[in-house]
C-alpha cells in the first residue's frame, strides 16, 4: 500500500523522524537516539518513508545510512504553489486593514 505525502507526513512520528534526517544521512541507532522512538518503531516508519518516496537508504559496509530525498518534497511547494496567491492576497488585505486600523488609532490620540 502507497501512501500519499500528506497520508504519510501526517504521523508524528514520521515527522519526527524527517526532521532528524533534515541535516542529512542518519544511521538507524542515531535516528532512534534523536527521535527518541524505540527501534522497532523507527524501522517501521523508515520503511514506510522510503516506499513513499520520501526517505533513501544506502548500503556502506555492514551500515545503512538513510537520508532525505528531495522530489517528494518539491512536489508538495508545487502543489501548495498554487495556494500561495490566495494566501498573499489575504494578507495584503489584512496588512492594508491593519495600516489603516493604526492610522485611525494615531488620528485619535493626536485629538
Keep these: 500500500m502507497r501512501l500519499d ?5 501526517a504521523d508524528p512520528t514520521r515527522r519526527r ?3 532528524t534526517l533534515l541535516p542529512g544521512e542518519r544511521q538507524v541507532n542515531d535516528i532512534v537516539e534523536q527521535a527518541g522512538i524505540h527501534q522497532s518503531g523507527v524501522s517501521r516508519h523508515l ?3 522510503q516506499e513513499s518516496g ?3 537508504v544506502r ?5 545503512r545510512l538513510y537520508s532525505l530525498r528531495p522530489e517528494p518534497f518539491r512536489e508538495l511547494e508545487e502543489w501548495l504553489a498554487q495556494y500561495h496567491a490566495l494566501w498573499e492576497a489575504r494578507l495584503d ?6 495600516e489603516q486600523h493604526q ?3 494615531r488620528g485619535h490620540t493626536h485629538e
Excluded at 505525502?5 to 507526513?9: D, G, N, V, W
Excluded at 488585505?93 to 491593519?98: I, K
Design 5 to 9: 505525502a500528506f497520508q504519510t507526513l
Design 17 to 19: 523522524i524527517v526532521e
Design 47 to 49: 520503511r514506510i518513508l
Design 54 to 56: 520520501f526517505v533513501s
Design 59 to 63: 548500503p556502506d559496509g555492514q551500515r
Design 93 to 98: 488585505r489584512f496588512g492594508a486593514a491593519l
Design 103 to 105: 492610522k485611525k488609532k
